[in-house]
């Protein structure tokens, strides 16, 4: 006799920037595809429900999928959104060795210093383009076999894989025995010098900062995001290539949000101490 459950699991997507992550969020839960590329600001949480089958049980999984912005040398930020993490999903771009190396220097050792043992399964998306590949199906197997982990070609332009993808983590993660898994080592992660020197390196710290202390202010990092978002687009804050000038303006957006939340007092207090912050940098350039 067949028996409903119903389990919720959070699920994190992880990569460099422009892999795709957003893109398979989208094709998995709406089924839509959008070339334009979408750089997330901070977190964004999507739900959807699966059913699926483990033994006798039907499972109505309740997946709660965050995706987390690409850039790395946001710390604060990736440690506050990691936590309570069962699964994670790691995305290269198929079109860029680059992409796949950086899942083993740095993204997965991050998993595993934060989280722990989780299932992960690792996607080489845009298969579509797989003409301009420059690692193969082959290559990935190899490097997925060293972390345990299924691996699988994708591609949210044309949905090749996608569904099954989030089907398999999702059974993993109802089928996740912690003994299964070899306990993990705290890894190295290869700090991204490359990615941010001198000024932007600072910029970078301070935005990470900016993250937490607003969140905290706010009450609840889920409801803080979505107004991150808004207020660092109004103010033109890339945060693959964050400016001075930009990151002021968001401050003092931040600022205003604040005002409608709190004191006025305790709002321009934030604001000058945010500030501060940006003054306290060693590279005074803007």
Not at 146 to 161: H, Q, V
Request: net charge positive.
């Amino acid at each position: 006799m067949e028996e409903k459950r119903e389990v919720q699991k959070k699920i994190i997507l992880l990569g460099d920037a422009a892999v795709g992550k957003t893109s398979l969020i989208r094709r998995f839960v709406v089924d839509r595809f959008d070339d334009r590329y979408i750089l997330t600001i901070g977190t964004k949480i999507t739900a959807k429900a699966l059913q699926i089958g483990v033994n006798k049980d039907i499972i109505d999984l309740k997946l709660q999928i965050w995706d987390i912005l690409g850039q790395k040398g946001y710390t604060k930020l990736h440690h506050s959104s990691f936590k309570g993490t069962d699964g994670v999903i790691l995305v290269a771009d198929i079109t860029r060795n680059e992409t796949l190396l950086s899942l083993a220097t740095y993204w997965i050792p991050k998993v595993r210093n934060l989280v722990g043992e989780v299932p992960l399964i690792i996607l080489a998306n845009k298969a579509d383009l797989m003409k301009n590949s420059e690692f193969s199906s082959e290559d990935l197997k190899i490097f997925s076999s060293k972390f345990n982990a299924p691996c699988f070609l994708t591609s949210a332009k044309n949905g090749e894989n996608v569904h099954q993808a989030f089907y398999n983590i999702g059974k993993r993660m109802i089928e996740f025995k912690s003994q299964e898994y070899p306990s993990p080592s705290k890894s190295k992660i290869i700090h991204p010098r490359l990615i941010f020197n001198g000024e932007k390196s600072e910029i970078v710290k301070i935005i990470d900062k900016i993250i937490d202390d607003f969140c905290r202010e706010y009450g609840n990092m889920e409801e803080a995001m979505p107004v991150l978002r808004k207020q660092f687009e109004s103010a033109g804050l890339n945060l693959n290539n964050p400016s001075k000038t930009a990151l002021k303006r968001a401050i003092h957006g931040l600022a205003e949000v604040e005002m409608t939340l709190i004191t006025d007092e305790i709002a321009e207090a934030n604001e000058i101490k945010r500030l501060k912050w940006i003054k306290k940098m060693k590279h005074k350039d803007t």
